[in-house]
């Protein structure tokens, strides 16, 4: 908490006659979405400025890029608030709505935040999820398996194009491994634009989404 408002009151250069958001970053999509993106935490100068999931920095430029050629979104792009996007069929969430000091979300941060996301969960009925990496694959698990869901022991290890499929009272769901999005793994080519439309097409199928024509 004390880190994301640091943030949003000293600001960076490029954004400084900007009003930083600065509050924890809410889930983003129809609530009945039958598919799910999990990621990390807010950006400190994306998410945590613009007050939306992915919005304003260049791991959303990723994310919502691959989303659009899938057809889970109504444009390519995320710039603000009333930038006119939509998700289609698909919601964001992440197991920690604060921006993290360089991105790496302490271990109470991330139990801080597990009760939103066990609540968001619960008024959820996703039939498939796509986990943007290993952080929010081990955070996701223990929340899934609360919510009815029966995950195996050993855990399933998180991998990039890892498919699990988990039973439940609620139905089954497909849980998908994809790379974060992240700047590290995009501008390294370890994630390319290419693979992540492919988890996300995949994942769309999984979940009964009518294919982008």
Not at 68 to 83: C, F, I, K
Not at 111 to 136: F, M, Q, S
């Amino acid at each position: 908490m004390a880190w994301r408002e640091l943030v949003a009151r000293e600001k960076r250069a490029a954004f400084r006659d900007q009003d930083y958001w600065g509050r924890p970053v809410p889930g983003l999509g129809p609530a009945d979405a039958p598919l799910l993106i999990v990621g990390l935490a807010p950006a400190a100068h994306g998410g945590n400025r613009t007050g939306r999931m992915f919005t304003g920095d260049r791991s959303g430029d990723v994310l919502f890029a691959a989303m659009y050629a899938a057809g889970l979104a109504n444009q390519p792009t995320a710039v603000h608030h009333g930038d006119g996007l939509e998700l289609l069929h698909t919601r964001i969430t992440a197991p920690v709505h604060c921006a993290p000091p360089d991105n790496k979300p302490t271990t109470v941060e991330r139990d801080t935040c597990g009760a939103w996301l066990r609540a968001e969960l619960a008024l959820l009925r996703p039939r498939a999820a796509v986990v943007l990496g290993a952080y929010g694959w081990q955070a996701l698990l223990p929340v899934l398996a609360d919510a009815g869901w029966v995950v195996p022991r050993p855990r399933p290890r998180f991998g990039h194009g890892v498919h699990v499929e988990l039973a439940g009272d609620r139905g089954p769901l497909h849980l998908f491994g994809s790379y974060h999005v992240s700047q590290q793994n995009t501008f390294t080519g370890k994630l390319t634009p290419a693979m992540l439309e492919d988890v996300l097409r995949q994942a769309a199928r999984a979940a009964e989404i009518p294919a982008k024509r």
